[in-house]
């Protein structure tokens, strides 16, 4: 594990020396998907995820051409999207793509500066700047283009007081699961194509302002069978990080290919986000049928002492309870982190999501890559996709 750039301190500002503040992000605003059935997809992250439904704009709103459901936990909004006729262009993305994230939506105190910023140094442009109003007040939205078919939104907030955004009314529903305590999103991650990583990186360096904190390379992530290589970008705050990944060859098909292969192009492969409570998260999710990969082996939870070393003594977690649940265990210099990563939640193998406790620790789990990747060749193979 190589640090490119040294960490300055924790505090909510200017952690990472390098990163460029021409554009400051104040977090992740939304995450929207493109989904063959919104209506069903949002009964899916509820009752599954324990997302409270939040707001909706569709046919009932004045909207003709898509309907679209804003879920909320915590701070993580999802916004599922569907076409409501042929010639919407979101039909042509659902063919090639399957369901899957069309955009990561970033908060920023101004959205016109922000697509200014980027696209002078780049960007190819996704939505001019534009002023949307209601009896709430207006927002102001922009975009660009990031890899694949995948898309950043700027939403420029600070004049709107509604529930989501014009154009939504609120959601409310007699049917609200309990939520499983997810907080925030971590990271999201974002597959490219064959030698595409270091363009993707450049692309974050340039465009958006962002630093490489973290690089794994194909001789750190790999097993018996297929390899990867992956960048963590992260920018100037810390709160949005996006690591990249890209295949790297190997004996057999790397998770990665996999991916591409199905999605049809680079896109997001996995949704990370915070608990505080990992082993009651983890517990409510599984009771409300996700699937997560296989545990490793005993050998694996054996080990746990000896990885986490002087990290051991202020573990609260018991580790027999972890490994019940199958949950992953890393450390790095400043603590450790409890992981786990659920099967795709689609049919085609694309995106997943991931379930992060950080105890200290800021890195991605590299000390899981092993196990975790073994256990995702089991499932590959299940699927003749090795
Ligand atoms: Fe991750």
Known sequence: MSKEVKSVDYGLEKIFEGAQDFLPLLGTDYVEFYVGNAKQSAHFYKTAFGFQSFAYSGLETGVRDRASYVLKQDKIRLVLTTPLNSNSLINKHLAKHGDGVKVIALWVEDATSAFEETTKRGAKPFMQPTVEKDEHGEVVRSGIHTYGETVHIFVERKNYHGTFLPGYKPWKSNYNPEPVGLKYIDHMVGNVGWGEMNQWVKWYENVM??????????????????????????????RIKFPINEPAKAAKKSQIEEYLDFYESPGVQHIAVATDDIIKTVAQLKARGIEFLPPPPQAYYDDIPRRLGTHMKMMKEDINELQKLSILVDADEEGYLLQIFTKPLEDRPTLFFEIIQRMGARGFGAGNFKALFESIEREQALRGTL
């Open 209 to 238: 302002g962002f630093v490489n904190f973290l690089s794994f390379d194909d001789k750190q992530i790999h097993t018996e069978y297929s390899a990867l290589m992956s960048k963590v970008m992260s920018n100037g705050n810390g």
